[in-house]
């Protein structure tokens, strides 16, 4: 079975610019989640969506954004970029309690 | 606010010997607490997990215990190998596996 996709890989941007990321989830996992890490605050939870509605969220303003289609697959925005939302993008898919990351993208903000 | 604290964070072990990582918690709505392992350039890959009607866990060389009274849990690596040298994260939710909360890591290094 194919793990979890992201891409892009990497990806440099300046502040004010917007930004999508596209995860593809395990073939069969209904559930995708987001994690942004950074050295300062480690890994902290975006948001969750299942079946294509946002299920959980975390504590990120409303610049960060998402959404999940009818395959599962799964897009962040981030709009309005801060040298501050510079990080590692973690998407990961779930089936029943255990979660598969994947690389993550890396943004960096210039 | 840091609900799931991993207060060392680095950790350097001799191979053979045991490693033991820790991690204390806030939120006592959290009942499934999972470690993960992560290498440079790649995702955290998924260890071990234990819910809250244990206090204990056991995979091969891995074991998770839980002190639900202490909000305190560790994974216990024996006997620690060089290619277990990595960041190992603490993460905990209020219910099965979503949402998760992370630490901050511990960066492992196993030396021959």
């Known amino acids: 079975k194919a793990g979890v996709t992201q891409t892009p890989r990497y990806l440099i941007k300046t502040r004010g610019q917007q930004v999508t990321l596209s995860c593809s989830p395990i073939?069969?996992?209904?559930?995708v989640s987001w994690y942004q890490q950074t050295p300062g605050q480690g890994l902290q939870f975006l948001f969750e969506?299942?079946?294509?509605?946002?299920?959980n969220k975390g504590n990120f303003p409303g610049r960060f954004s998402g959404r999940q289609f009818s395959n599962s697959r799964s897009e962040m925005n981030v709009s309005t970029l801060e040298l501050g939302d510079s990080a590692l993008y973690l998407c990961?898919?779930?089936?029943?309690?255990?979660?598969?990351f994947g690389p993550g993208t890396r943004l960096t903000v210039l | 606010d840091q609900q799931v604290k991993q207060n060392s964070p680095s950790l350097s072990v001799q191979e053979g010997r045991i490693s033991i990582l820790n991690c204390d918690y806030t939120n006592s709505m959290f009942d499934y607490f999972l470690w993960y392992k992560k290498y440079p350039a790649e995702g955290p890959t998924f260890l071990i997990s234990i819910s809250s009607i244990k206090d204990k866990n056991e995979d091969g060389r891995f074991t998770v215990f839980l002190n639900k009274s202490a909000k305190h849990l560790s994974l216990h690596i024996v006997p620690s190998q060089p290619g277990d040298s990595a960041v190992y994260f603490c993460?905990?939710?209020?219910?099965?596996?979503?949402?998760?909360?992370f630490g901050k890591g511990t960066s492992l290094l196993v030396t021959p």
């Open positions: 990961a898919s779930s089936y029943q309690d255990e979660q598969f």
């Open positions: 993460a905990a939710s209020p219910n099965s596996g979503y949402a998760l909360n």
């Open positions: 073939s069969g996992h209904r559930s």
């Open positions: 969506y299942f079946s294509e509605t946002q299920r």
